[in-house]
């Protein structure tokens, strides 16, 4: 069974700092990996998309990597803004095995950007 | 991508009730999925919404609990029957355009339904 872990689960930085998160899955056979945003009480929104056989994606201040065989992410945000604060998910789609080609998720890093 | 409206946005229901949720889709998609988000906790995926059969559940959920629809390509409704106040929680449509390979599926979410039971 794919489990999702996310380091750490709580940040809290200065802005303009740069800032690194980290996601972990057990299970290697992934299509892809998605890291999502999601402010309090909001659904989500598409950060980036890494397929399996990329390392990395990145999209204006973002940057994500992938090491699919040892199994590990990390998104780095770079000059962060007090915008940036939110919850950051990190999720795989299942490659194997008839699983309807579900996501399974992290919990998440609380991100706070104090101004 | 694809553009998910979802609604209700909120509610607060009776014990007892129950709740239909609506996700509409911009573009025809292949795979529209259901989570749910408890307070303080990540998606839970309940069930993939096939078109034109019976959604496929995951472990712990059940048809009569949570009734599914996916009538085409563009929408489907959930139920939250007989609700308790263990049942509150965010609900949120996904879906996921497939136009490529598999490892090139981006999954889209709806703002969520934000259910309190009293």
């Known amino acids: 069974k794919q489990e999702v872990t996310q380091i750490p689960a709580a940040l809290s930085v200065p802005e303009g700092e740069n800032l690194v998160l980290n996601c972990s899955f057990t299970?290697?056979?992934?299509?892809?990996l998605q890291w999502f945003r999601q402010d309090p009480g909001k659904g989500l929104t598409s950060l980036l998309l890494i397929q399996s056989s990329q390392r990395e994606q990145t999209s204006g201040r973002l940057n994500a990597s992938l090491d699919k065989s040892s199994g590990r992410s990390t998104l780095y945000i770079a000059a962060s803004q007090p915008g940036d604060s939110a919850t950051y998910l990190c999720a795989v789609r299942q490659g194997s095995g008839g699983s309807n080609y579900k996501l399974t998720f992290g919990k998440g890093t609380l991100l706070t950007v104090n101004p | 991508s694809a553009v998910i409206s979802q609604k209700p946005s909120r509610d607060i229901c009776q014990r007892g009730t129950s709740l239909t949720i609506q996700c509409q889709v911009d573009?025809?998609?292949?795979?529209m999925f259901w989570y749910r988000q408890q307070p303080g906790q990540s998606l839970t995926l309940i069930a993939t919404?096939?078109?034109?059969?019976?959604?496929?559940?995951e472990s712990g959920f059940v048809i009569d609990k949570f009734p599914i629809s996916r009538p085409n390509l563009t929408f489907s409704t959930l139920t939250v029957s007989n609700m308790s106040p263990e049942d509150s929680s965010i609900y949120l449509c996904?879906?996921?355009?497939?136009?490529?390979?598999?490892?090139?599926?981006?999954?889209?979410f709806g703002q969520g339904t934000r259910l309190t039971v009293v």
């Open positions: 996904s879906a996921t355009p497939r136009t490529g390979p598999l490892s090139n599926t981006e999954a889209f």
């Open positions: 919404a096939n078109q034109g059969s019976e959604a496929t559940y």
């Open positions: 299970d290697s056979a992934i299509y892809n």
């Open positions: 573009s025809q998609v292949t795979m």
